[in-house]
């Protein structure tokens, strides 16, 4: 009794999962990223960024006084809900985010006037799919 | 039973270790990885060239067919380096169809040499050189690099992944002294100026992972180079400034950060300071190339 009890306990589980975790391909979404950036505006590819830790990522990068740089991001829902990214300077002071006015943006812009090393830390908000790809682009 | 215990302890002790330890590798191997990535792409520096309006100088670069000549992992990890910038310079002017196979090439016979081969996706590489998609082919041969970091990394070679960052950086530097000598540019120079960042993060990486005397000698020489940076003066406001539009770029929604131009970092350097720092990272180079 008690083993049927807990199959579909069992099985329930593994959909939960499967369904957070197993359709996760950064690749797929480092495209969806690319695209976004090259069909739009002119910007040339930099780095890709892979957030597939709940908790989200951080990673820095040395930006360049006098360019323009843009970040796309893509996850697997088609407005981008749920994924966000936020911008810190050298001083650690905030300078821009896509996630404003209670809504998530795929994709920031800005012209760097200081060269530094800025933090970049991406993060989930209000999904259970922790899976996304941040683009970097500039252009001069 | 006491032997039983024993034993039971030792084998969740032992795997407790191997967790750890492999635990430990994969976090090393991602702060490593998170560094090179924070240094920035050799591909700004060459789209900066371009956009100055200056011309594609194919006699800068470290003639393709060099590759064949590097026969230790240093001078091949190096050199590897140098010609993935040669290589983004080249697409950057879009000469895919004449020099971008010479430098492909080139990387591929290096890549061979440091048992790291099948991870550059020739075909699509060729197939995205073809189709003039510029920014597949950056993306594509980013990836490769990131892919031959990862197996350096896991292979226990990480000292060949910063020899690596620290050719193409030295690269990417040596082509902009260059232009800038030829065609006197304040933005050049203030970029330039500018390297001290980078050489900043790169030094310590290097002090880590140096591995016997040929890395060694390049730690010290780039010390020495780091004292001519020491002289330029980089002075930065604090303040952020956060004023954003959000504008309708095609189908994409993008929030644009303007920024202000008062907020520029003040950069002091004497031009002699420019020279000084072309004529040692050049002779740094030329030990690497020769």
Sequence with gaps: MKTISFLPFALLMLLAFDIVFAQCDPEFLKQKGIKKLSEESGYTFLKSYVVDDPKGKKYSYIFSQGANYMITLANYNPDNKGVYITIYDSNNQKIASSFTEGKFFPAIAFTCHRTGIYQMHFSFEDTNKFCAAGVLGMKR | ?290
């Excluded at chain 2, 032997?3 to 490593?32: A, H, M, N, P, W």
């Excluded at chain 2, 560094?35 to 591909?43: A, V, Y």
């Excluded at chain 2, 190096?78 to 169809?97: A, E, H, P, W």
Aim: with cysteine.
């Design chain 2, 1 to 290: 039973m006491k032997y039983k215990v024993l034993s039971g302890l030792i084998v969740l002790v032992l795997s407790y270790q191997s967790t750890f330890s492999q635990e430990s590798v994969q976090d090393r191997s991602e702060v490593l990885n998170n560094l090179l990535k924070s240094i920035p792409s050799p591909l700004e520096m060459s789209s900066l060239i371009k956009n100055s309006g200056i011309k594609f100088d194919g006699s800068m670069l470290n003639p393709s067919k060099n590759a064949a000549k590097y026969q230790d992992k240093y001078f091949r990890a190096l050199n590897l380096g140098i010609f993935s910038t040669d290589l983004g310079y080249v697409n950057i002017y879009k000469n895919q169809d004449t020099l971008a196979p010479a430098y492909l090439q080139s990387i591929i016979t290096l890549s061979n040499g440091l048992n790291i081969n099948n991870l550059i996706n020739f075909t699509t590489i060729t197939q995205y050189a073809l189709s003039n998609n510029l920014n597949g082919l950056l993306s594509e041969t980013t990836v490769s690099f990131e892919k031959i970091n990862q197996e350096l990394i896991n292979k226990q070679e990480p000292e060949l992944s910063i020899l690596m960052l620290t050719g193409g950086w030295l690269e990417t530097l040596y082509l902009t002294c260059q232009v800038a000598k030829a065609h006197p540019n304040e933005v050049l120079d203030s970029r330039i100026a500018e390297q001290k960042i980078v050489l900043d993060k790169i030094l310590p990486l290097l002090n880590s992972y140096k591995k016997g005397n040929q890395m060694n000698e390049l730690y010290l020489e780039l010390n020495s180079l780091n004292e001519v940076f020491k002289k330029i003066k980089i002075k930065q406001k604090n303040k952020a400034d956060q004023n954003f539009t959000i504008e309708k770029w095609g189908d994409l929604e993008v929030v644009v950060y303007q920024g202000n131009e008062d907020d520029k970092s003040s950069i002091k350097y004497k031009s002699e300071d420019i020279e000084n720092i072309l004529t040692t990272s050049s002779a740094i180079r030329d030990k690497i190339v020769k």
